[in-house]
């Protein structure tokens, strides 16, 4: 027992300590209602965002493509209902076992089988992994037979994009799962991250890629700590892609395409007055719907490894010297430029020596008296080797260039190739070196440092045939300009009525209106007319192709050169056909039809074909026929106005 | 004082029913029934495991705490050694029999309970200490020689805990011990020599810690250096309480935890989830009960003549403040994440058996107050 004295003093000193804490507390206590209110008061709203953060997560699943038509309507490419085959790890009873029973069922490979089960053990045994994304009907409904055994298995029928014939391959593009290299340069990518859903890599696909692609749809879900989801909270469908039509003629395209079968090259076809491309076809194509669902390495590498590169579009990326098709540019920018006119003459005696070298003309005993009809019209290299000394190479490539040539001819390709038109200024750059005047001989008849692709041939013929107005290649179809396009090919019809006292008023308007390519129309026309005698009358180059009167036409040939030819080879005088393939000719022809009122151009080109007249010509003629027959089909269309 | 004595130590039954402080037992019963429908919430809307297991030990340990109240006070004086030695042996025992759970060896497995030694402890140390400080005369208290033996009561028991290693009980075992040297009234003078020898000693202490003890230090003090790692608890703990509001989501709404974000939902966080639950108004309605509490036994402590029972309450007093801040405070985002359990609202039996005993002790203080001690 303590002292009662004692014990007081000490109860006293408790009691003093005591208040001293009961402070602290009280301290205590304001730090923690402070912080409440701080949390759950002041700043709730954003802890309740956060904490939705948390709860919800979205499932984004691929919306339908939208459609590519041609001028008639017809579809090129759409969408199919495609069957797939989903797995949930999660729900399966005994995975090992059923993956060997798939296996089984859908004779699938082992090394499919192995990365099925990687992709297993990448990712949470609720997320869902794709067997095939593309089962064929039999396997789909062998599937749905033994369904009751295979937990875990889920059948899904889904929108896939599909191409239905080979021809226009290059021009629509094909679409493929998304790469690294495909969200740096898509911006509009990134929020589009949803199970199967395709980009465009090439042609259309890829121009209208943004708007073809749609809205991606979204299924949100409650989901735990470790993301598994609880139940659906909210489903958005999406929304299909745009659609478009272009000016395409699907029945065109085929009939090009199986023209060029078994070589390589390509068919573009345009109208003169509106820029629409109507056929642009490259050979040999390929499948685009191996590469929906990812192409195989057999294929891929069969592709790639092929001699004729059916990968590239051979139109726009394919580059060719322009052979004698150039002679008609030649030929106008001399005449504009005043170097010389049509009535000059010159001999060919089927080989001129100048600069000490020897320059020949295709024709080895020679053509004789020569003037520039003649010279167009039966090709005379001499003539031409003539006319370009005296128009210099550097006047040459404004005429090219104002034509359009060594410009990008549709936007948004972006495997178009550019090409060259060479000039001083151009080979001092790129090649370091100064120009020779031999060079220009050889540009003179596109040989030598040209390049150009079958697309700018098409539209520089379609720019002198529609009398020498600018007009723009397009290939899509757009609702609101249409009328706007019309109205080159109703100024040019108009102007024919007008008195000579009134022409040159319409050139002032047409100045006004639609960019011109010329000072004196009568030198196009002249080109113009000299070209219906190259195909229509004895003598001309593609006088064996020519067409019975209602299908009249006009057109140049070229034979453009991969190499040069030795002396000695000419003396050996050795055939195209003897070379081997790669150091053949390419032939080409480019025209425009019907010669009576032109509509339309075209350019065809056949790598290593051998000459223009003989390999050219011919495929040209019979797309032509069919284009005059199908002319009033097209005219139909436009005046109906049908939805576009 | 010896006459009233006598005449107290004959108390009925009835005489100590009736000397129960009422206010203090229905916010207990109030926490308690609070707790029920936590439970019954982490267990995701049944009637589970958590909340069933829940329910039977808080009716038993309740129960226990009225026979504890009623037992005299003088017999708590005098078991204040064995009880201390016993905790203490368990507490050896654990080291070498102990069970362990996510790397920390801190319980031992009886048939009908895995018992957590250190939780006794807190409340083992207290009395221990009341006991010897009411013992020794006030001029005794400042002399060093007298200092060793509370000293070393109090350096054991806090190293074999912290070894376990579990800083967190192990902190509030120390700190309940230093409050009753401090209430005693032992110089500031050694407080701050212990506090200089911590200070110093703290660079070695921390070389010894686990690599997961530094990270949620370091974590604390920066919650964004490892948002998925130690700092993920404070962080959703924070979204949960936040996002509750003013009014909370609703019984059995809390999306925080019913989609498994929070941790340890149904121990250490278990305020988390309530106050995400039932708002502002909620958790300041269970944080007045816990302060009700301690003013109560702080009431108690004023009302006790003897100088153990005031120390003895004075102490339980600021040390189970000091369990309900710290947890708060952990939860909160206030302090590190240091495992310390909210008083009768977490779940374990350990925790609630010592917070009931120390408060049936506390009871027993009230009900035997004019008894004399020794």
Same mark, same amino acid.
């Given at each position: ?131 095939? &994304? ?97 139940? !659906? ?15 395409? &003629? ?178 001092? !750059? ?63 019809? &108009? ?54 009167? !209602? ?94 | ?374």
């Amino acid at each position: 027992m303590l002292s009662s004295s004692g014990g007081g003093s000490k109860i006293r000193l408790i009691g003093r300590r005591m208040f001293i804490i009961s402070a602290a507390k009280a301290v205590v206590v304001f730090g923690v209602v402070g912080r409440l209110i701080s949390l759950q008061i002041n700043e709730s709203k954003k802890y309740k965002t956060l904490s939705d953060k948390n709860r919800f997560r979205e499932w984004k699943f691929a919306p339908p493509r939208g459609v590519i038509k041609d001028y008639f309507g017809n579809e090129i490419a759409s969408n199919k209902q495609v069957y797939q085959l989903h797995l949930i790890p999660e729900n399966a009873e005994n995975l090992n076992s059923l993956i060997f029973r798939l296996k089984n069922i859908l004779n699938l490979s082992d090394k499919a089988i192995f990365k099925i089960q990687r992709k297993i053990s990448s990712q949470k045994p609720w997320d869902p992994v794709i067997i095939s &994304d593309n089962l064929t009907w039999s396997e789909f409904s062998r599937i749905n037979l033994f369904l009751h055994e295979l937990q875990g298995v889920e059948p899904i029928v889904s929108v896939a994009r599909i191409y239905h014939e080979d021809s226009s391959a290059h021009v629509i593009g094909y679409v493929s799962k998304i790469s690294k290299r495909d969200l740096q340069k898509k911006e509009y990518l990134r929020d589009m991250r949803a199970a199967g859903i395709r980009v465009g890599k090439t042609g259309l696909e890829n121009k209208l890629d943004s708007d073809m692609i749609g809205n991606v749809g979204h299924k949100r879900y409650e989901v735990n700590a470790f993301g598994k989801r609880i139940k !659906e909270v909210s489903i958005d469908q999406g929304k299909m892609g745009k659609s478009f039509r272009t000016t395409l &003629d699907l029945e065109l395209q085929k009939l090009s395409s199986e023209l060029l079968k078994g070589k390589a090259g390509s068919v573009c076809v345009m109208d003169i007055y509106r820029g629409d491309i109507i056929a642009m076809v490259s050979s040999p194509s390929y499948d685009p719907n191996k590469f929906v669902h990812g192409i195989n390495n057999k294929d891929w590498k069969e592709l790639i490894n092929h001699r004729d590169k059916p990968l590239i579009n051979k139109a726009i990326s394919g580059l060719y010297p322009p052979g004698s098709t150039i002679k008609t540019i030649v030929a106008i920018s001399a005449l504009e430029n005043d170097i010389t006119n049509t009535k000059t003459t010159h001999r060919c005696t089927g080989s001129i020596e100048l600069y000490g070298e020897k320059f020949h003309c295709w024709k080895k005993k020679g053509h004789g008296i020569v003037d520039m009809r003649k010279a167009i019209k039966e090709s005379c290299d001499i003539y031409f080797y003539e006319v370009a000394r005296k128009l210099g190479i550097d006047r040459l490539s404004v005429t090219a260039k104002e034509f359009g040539l060594g410009k990008l001819m549709v936007d948004g390709f972006v495997e178009e190739k550019r090409g060259v038109v060479p000039n001083t200024n151009w080979k001092r !750059e790129k090649i370091g070196k100064s120009w020779y005047l031999g060079e220009t001989l050889h540009s003179g008849i596109g040989q030598g440092y040209w390049q150009t692709t079958p697309l700018q041939l098409c539209l520089m013929n379609a720019q002198v045939a529609n009398g020498g107005y600018e007009i723009k290649p397009r290939l899509v179809l757009n609702k609101e300009k249409e009328k706007d396009f019309a109205s080159l090919e109703q100024f040019v019809e &108009d102007k024919k009525n007008f008195t000579d006292d009134t022409g040159f008023l319409s050139d002032i308007y047409s100045n006004f209106r639609y960019k011109t390519l010329f000072k004196n129309q009568e030198n196009i026309n002249f080109v113009k007319e000299a070209l219906y005698g190259a195909t229509n009358e004895v003598g001309g180059t593609s006088y064996g192709s020519r067409l019975p009167k !209602e299908f009249i036409y006009a057109g140049k040939t070229g034979t453009s050169q991969v190499r040069k030819f030795t002396e000695r080879q000419r003396e050996l005088e050795i055939k195209n056909e003897d070379l081997p393939y790669e150091q053949r000719d390419h032939a080409l022809f480019v025209a425009f039809a019907p010669y009576k009122d032109p509509r339309y151009s075209i350019s065809v080109v056949v790598e290593h074909g051998g000459s223009g007249s003989k390999a050219a010509a011919p495929i040209a003629k019979k797309v032509i026929k069919k284009l005059l027959e199908r002319h009033n089909l097209r005219e139909k269309m436009l005046n109906e106005g049908k939805d576009i | 004082m010896f006459k009233s004595g006598s005449i107290q130590s004959h108390l009925t039954l009835r005489d100590k029913i009736f000397g129960l402080d009422l206010i203090l037992v229905i916010s207990m019963f109030l926490i308690g029934v609070i707790s029920f429908f936590a439970m019954y919430s982490t267990d995701g809307g049944q009637f589970a495991y958590h909340t069933k297991s829940h329910i039977l030990r808080f009716m038993v340990f309740f129960t226990l705490f009225f026979i504890v109240s009623f037992v005299k006070l003088n017999f708590w004086y005098n078991s204040a050694i064995p009880i201390y030695l016993v905790i203490l042996l368990l507490l050896v025992l654990v080291k070498y029999f102990g069970l362990t759970s996510s790397g920390s060896q801190r319980w031992l497995g009886l048939y009908f309970i895995n018992l957590q030694p250190s939780e006794l402890m807190k409340v083992g140390l207290i009395l221990f200490l009341a006991k010897y400080y009411h013992r020794i005369s006030s001029g005794d208290v400042n002399r060093v020689r007298y200092l060793v033996q509370p000293l070393i009561a109090l350096l054991i028991p806090v190293i074999l805990v912290i070894t376990q290693p579990d800083l967190g009980t192990s902190f509030l075992i120390a700190f309940g011990g230093m409050v009753v040297v401090w209430l005693a009234g032992v110089q500031m003078k050694f407080f701050t020599y212990l506090g200089a020898l911590f200070l110093f000693s703290a660079p070695i202490a921390i070389s010894f810690l686990k690599p997961y003890q530094k990270s949620r230090i370091l974590t604390f003090l920066d919650p964004s250096r490892d948002p998925l790692g130690a700092g993920y608890q404070i962080t959703q703990s924070k979204i949960a309480i936040g996002s509750g509001g003013l009014f909370g989501k609703g019984f059995l709404n809390g999306s925080q935890s019913y989609l498994d974000y929070l941790p340890e939902k149904h121990t250490d966080f278990i305020f988390t989830l309530f106050s995400e639950e039932f708002g502002f108004f909620g958790s300041m309605m269970v944080f007045l009960l816990y302060i009700l509490i301690t003013w109560r036994i702080v009431n108690i402590g004023h009302s006790v003549r003897s100088s153990f029972g005031k120390l003895y309450c004075y102490s339980f007093a600021t040390a189970f403040f000091v369990y309900v801040a710290v947890n708060m405070g952990m939860v909160l985002g206030l302090i590190p994440i240091v495992g310390a359990p909210l008083p009768i609202m977490s779940y374990g039996g350990s925790s609630m058996l010592a917070i009931m005993l120390g408060l049936g002790i506390v009871m027993s203080c009230k009900i035997h107050k004019e008894q004399p001690i020794g």
